[in-house]
């Protein structure tokens, strides 16, 4: 019997089945793919996304395979740069190839003792009041304490959970791959110039070497199970430009449509939901993956506790409670995004009135921060604002404060040398240093890396040292 059976193995079940592994939970991560996607798609990391890869000691591992690019520029596609000072020693976009962050994070979870098995299917789940029995396509049976569907948009743990998926269907469609063009490179950026007055949404992007990142929108809506062909994006490229610009070649094709949907709830029982699984929308501001990511970061350490048997009673409640209204935020800045990249008058009016806007550091700044999610701030209850919120990658004593954090547990962070994490030390880690980089006097910190507790007296300290990591060891 295992702890954790994760279906699906892109990103969001892979970083959840590492994040389990750190608090050795048996797990196993079924994927129904035979093998890892072939094409590849270059995807961006946010700033928390990489603070997130810095506090697991992943990071250096990313950047050796990704492109840094400015933290700006992000929303609605509005060429603005990033505003000055933001706070992460990790300000900038990583572009890097999905396939590339997928492996990533599946060899670290691996690594780790987590077994992957492909070629897996999921088609039909029980729970009971003792766990979870999975039944795999080819008949199999699986037993499991718990159950994570991470198996994207069409999430079979979903449909057979029952769960809703309520939201709006494609109106739109468009086309994304990496092809090569068979025109001069200034051909290109006129006519790309020329169609953006009135269509923000096409690109042709040069990337050398003469392949382009062609984005178009298409006629209608297909298939979105079926990739397009390179014929499709000849014809919807001569239909919105008047060429084709001789594309060939493609080194990746893929289709995206414009629906918007989030699951009801995120956990029945036994069974939870995590990335496009719990939610899906278009990808203006590359929040996608990031999202899901951000999910398994805070749901694993969570289940880690539940099934090690000190988790608070309404610790994996918080998981839903704090994820949830993130994901309705990202579904409404998408939202607001394609409408803004509207041909309109009234839309296109309201894009240049944000264009000026953004130029108030202030409105800029809130943007960017909403896009990379590092302005999020969970509810803890009153407190100062850093209650809640992420902490930066501080220096402290030892170096820097993610290198800490490497094990996925709590750290009680002393400037007063007087406190201690007591009872809770086989979860908590205590570091005494009057010199950290703070303008408190004290802080817990969960391991997602968000502010628990802010103070100076023991006992204040210990109250919530066991609301979030329950009761002391005897």
């Not at 608070?312 to 994820?323: H, K, V």
């Not at 995004?337 to 108030?360: C, I, K, W, Y």
Request: hydrophobic content about 40%; glycine content about 10%.
């Amino acid at each position: 019997m295992f702890d954790v059976i994760i279906a699906g193995c892109g990103p969001t079940g892979a970083m959840l089945a590492a994040e389990l592994r750190l608090h050795d939970v048996r797990v196993l991560v079924l994927e129904q793919e035979t093998e890892p996607v072939s094409f590849v798609r270059i995807v961006g990391l946010h700033i928390r996304s990489l603070e997130l890869m810095a506090m697991r000691g992943l990071l250096d591992r990313f950047l050796e395979h990704g492109r840094k690019r400015p933290a700006g520029g992000f929303f609605a596609a509005i060429d603005k740069p990033p505003p000055a000072g933001l706070d992460s020693a990790h300000a900038y976009l990583l572009g890097i190839p999905q396939p590339v962050v997928v492996h990533l994070l599946e060899e670290h979870a691996i690594d780790l003792g987590a077994q992957v098995r492909r070629g897996c299917a999921v088609a039909d789940l029980h729970q009971d009041d003792e766990g979870v029995t999975v039944e795999l396509a080819d008949g199999e049976r699986l037993r499991s304490r718990y159950l994570v569907g991470c198996d994207g948009a069409r999430s079979t743990v979903r449909r057979l959970l029952g769960v809703g998926f309520p939201g709006e269907p494609s109106r739109t469609e468009t086309l994304m791959g990496e092809l090569e063009v068979g025109v001069p490179q200034e051909e290109v950026a006129a006519k790309v110039t020329e169609i953006q007055e009135t269509d923000k949404t096409f690109s042709l992007r040069p990337f050398g070497e003469g392949v382009y990142r062609v984005v178009v929108r298409a006629a209608g809506v297909g298939d979105h199970a079926e990739p397009p062909t390179l014929e499709d994006f000849r014809r919807e490229l001569r239909t919105v430009a008047g060429t084709d610009f001789g594309v060939h070649s493609p080194r990746w094709l893929s289709r995206f449509g414009d629906a918007t949907r989030l699951a009801d709830r995120y956990r029945v029982g036994r069974v939870l939901l995590a990335g496009d699984a719990a939610h899906i929308h278009p990808p203006a501001g590359g929040q996608g993956l990031n999202l899901g990511v951000q999910d398994a970061f805070n749901l694993g350490w969570k289940l880690a506790a539940q099934i090690r048997g000190w988790a608070p009673e309404t610790l994996l409640d918080t998981y839903q409670a704090e994820r949830r209204p993130v994901a309705e935020d990202v579904l409404d800045n998408t939202r607001a995004q394609l409408e803004l990249g509207s041909a309109e008058p009234g839309a296109r009016a309201v894009r240049r009135l944000l264009t000026e806007l953004m130029d108030f550091d202030v409105v800029n700044r809130h943007l960017i921060e909403k896009i990379t999610a590092i302005g999020i701030r969970y509810d803890f209850g009153e407190g100062p604002d850093l209650l809640g919120r992420r902490l930066p990658d501080i220096d402290v004593k030892q170096g820097r404060l993610y290198g800490l954090l490497h094990r996925g547990r709590g750290l009680l962070l002393d400037r007063t040398e007087r406190l201690t994490a007591g009872g809770w030390s086989d979860r908590v880690d205590h570091l005494a240093d009057p010199a950290a980089a703070l303008d408190v006097p004290c802080l817990l910190l969960r391991p997602d890396g968000h502010v628990a507790w802010i103070g100076d007296d023991q006992r204040d300290l210990d109250d919530h040292l066991t609301r979030w990591f329950g009761r002391p060891a005897d």
